[in-house]
């Protein structure tokens, strides 16, 4: 059982539930991804061949062993969405043959997925949405739109200086910062300003996980998720639903 | 988006009629009464057709006691029972919002005869077909036209 997968935005439309309500969905390629990695907390937890690492100590005392190390965390490496054997990187498309992926591919999109006890799943396996049908409501990651260099109105929601009555050429500026005298401080760290704004990594929680199509590898996801068309997702079980 | 596309298809309806606008329809629609579920029948112009896929809406307008009066229905909508074409308009474009100024004889289409011909001899034949069923084929062209 897995607690997430990862997909592609494609784009929004609408479906009718049967009482005629209308549902604007997202849709998620998502899937089907392999398990690249399995990563545990414990030595011991690794299989009995892969606990031991042989050491090239230099010419004179040769080859020697030691223990490896475990990674400290229980978590899953899934990639997705494979880049052909041409584009791949020699490094992951290594990575990849050892989770079993042949042709020297490797994946344009890897991410970890944490678990809290060690995961069911074995490296080289697969995650599909049908493992996500149970779901109903799922937290969905991503990376949203780049807005450039964005002022206060579109990046804090302020307010708009009035457009008449004497105003000069401050319609859209921030207006004070405070702190006119009296502090050698001067304007406090984090105050709001414009600045860049967009390509940021959100998370957006508890969104509903209206239909599952195991034969296009679809998901249909209630309301607007982060990010443009072809952006790559991050798709988890919602960590506050009961 | 060609697999938005399709998904749209699964949800789409394929047997709605071959209907454009100024043409005057009877729009069946479900309503929710409580419990009790019923079917109102809206017989007016259709003013616009709007939306691709399974966002297509018709605005269909009426004159009722001296007031127009205007609905949107989603086509694909499940509580969209039935629409059907009672008479073809002739109209140069394609929308009539300009029938919104109107009032009396001004509000009225002019009627595109050969389309209704058409259409009428089309309604026979798949009465016809009705009539003398071939085993095979008589549920589709019943589920089709009715």
Same mark, same amino acid.
């Given at each position: 059982m897995t607690i997430g997968i990862l997909g592609k935005k494609l784009g929004m439309t609408q479906i009718f539930k049967e009482d005629g309500e209308v549902v604007p969905v997202t849709v998620v390629q998502a899937g089907p991804c392999r398990v690249l990695q399995v990563k545990v $907390?414990? %030595?011991?937890? %690794? /299989?009995e061949e892969h606990r031991k690492a042989s050491v090239n100590k230099g010419k004179k005392k040769g080859k020697t062993e030691r223990n490896r190390r475990a990674d400290g965390y229980y978590a899953v490496q899934l990639g997705f969405d494979e880049r052909p054997a041409k584009n791949a990187k020699k490094p992951t498309a290594g990575h990849a043959a050892k989770a079993g992926v042949e042709g020297g591919k490797d994946f344009y999109y890897v991410r970890e997925m944490r678990y809290e +006890?060690? /995961?069911e799943l074995e490296t080289g396996g697969q995650v599909t949405v049908g493992d996500l049908e149970e779901l109903k409501l799922v937290d969905v990651t991503g990376i949203t739109k780049g807005r450039g260099w964005a002022g206060t109105i579109k990046r804090w929601n302020f307010a708009r200086q009035p457009m008449s009555h004497g105003t000069k050429k401050c319609h859209r500026h921030m207006g004070g910062t405070g702190r006119?005298? +009296?502090?050698? $401080?001067g304007i406090p760290k984090? $105050? $709001? #300003? #414009?600045g860049h704004y967009g390509v940021d990594r959100v998370t957006i929680q508890n969104l509903e996980l209206v239909a599952v199509d195991k034969e296009r590898n679809l998901l249909l996801i209630r309301g607007a998720v982060p990010g443009h068309n072809q952006g790559y997702l991050t798709i988890r079980k919602a960590i506050k639903s009961r | 988006m060609n697999a938005i596309r399709q998904l749209e298809l699964d949800h789409m309806k394929k047997d709605l009629p071959d209907f454009s606008i100024g043409d005057t329809v009877k729009v069946s629609y479900k309503i929710r009464e409580g419990q009790k579920e019923r079917v109102q029948v809206f017989q007016g112009t259709i003013i616009s057709i709007k939306g691709g896929g399974i966002r297509r809406t018709l605005k269909v307008r009426r004159i009722v006691q001296g007031e127009g009066v205007e609905r949107t229905f989603p086509l694909h909508s499940p509580k969209l029972a039935e629409i059907e074409v009672t008479r073809s308009g002739k109209v140069r474009r394609s929308k009539l919002y300009y029938l919104r100024q109107r009032v009396g004889k001004g509000t009225r289409v002019r009627q595109d005869f050969a389309k209704d011909s058409r259409r009428a001899q089309a309604n026979q034949a798949a009465k016809k077909a009705v009539q003398a069923p071939a085993p095979t084929s008589a549920p589709e062209a019943t589920g089709a036209d009715e």
């Amino acid at each position: 059982m897995t607690i997430g997968i990862l997909g592609k935005k494609l784009g929004m439309t609408q479906i009718f539930k049967e009482d005629g309500e209308v549902v604007p969905v997202t849709v998620v390629q998502a899937g089907p991804c392999r398990v690249l990695q399995v990563k545990v $907390k414990d %030595l011991d937890e %690794l /299989p009995e061949e892969h606990r031991k690492a042989s050491v090239n100590k230099g010419k004179k005392k040769g080859k020697t062993e030691r223990n490896r190390r475990a990674d400290g965390y229980y978590a899953v490496q899934l990639g997705f969405d494979e880049r052909p054997a041409k584009n791949a990187k020699k490094p992951t498309a290594g990575h990849a043959a050892k989770a079993g992926v042949e042709g020297g591919k490797d994946f344009y999109y890897v991410r970890e997925m944490r678990y809290e +006890s060690k /995961p069911e799943l074995e490296t080289g396996g697969q995650v599909t949405v049908g493992d996500l049908e149970e779901l109903k409501l799922v937290d969905v990651t991503g990376i949203t739109k780049g807005r450039g260099w964005a002022g206060t109105i579109k990046r804090w929601n302020f307010a708009r200086q009035p457009m008449s009555h004497g105003t000069k050429k401050c319609h859209r500026h921030m207006g004070g910062t405070g702190r006119t005298y +009296s502090t050698a $401080k001067g304007i406090p760290k984090g $105050k $709001k #300003m #414009m600045g860049h704004y967009g390509v940021d990594r959100v998370t957006i929680q508890n969104l509903e996980l209206v239909a599952v199509d195991k034969e296009r590898n679809l998901l249909l996801i209630r309301g607007a998720v982060p990010g443009h068309n072809q952006g790559y997702l991050t798709i988890r079980k919602a960590i506050k639903s009961r | 988006m060609n697999a938005i596309r399709q998904l749209e298809l699964d949800h789409m309806k394929k047997d709605l009629p071959d209907f454009s606008i100024g043409d005057t329809v009877k729009v069946s629609y479900k309503i929710r009464e409580g419990q009790k579920e019923r079917v109102q029948v809206f017989q007016g112009t259709i003013i616009s057709i709007k939306g691709g896929g399974i966002r297509r809406t018709l605005k269909v307008r009426r004159i009722v006691q001296g007031e127009g009066v205007e609905r949107t229905f989603p086509l694909h909508s499940p509580k969209l029972a039935e629409i059907e074409v009672t008479r073809s308009g002739k109209v140069r474009r394609s929308k009539l919002y300009y029938l919104r100024q109107r009032v009396g004889k001004g509000t009225r289409v002019r009627q595109d005869f050969a389309k209704d011909s058409r259409r009428a001899q089309a309604n026979q034949a798949a009465k016809k077909a009705v009539q003398a069923p071939a085993p095979t084929s008589a549920p589709e062209a019943t589920g089709a036209d009715e």
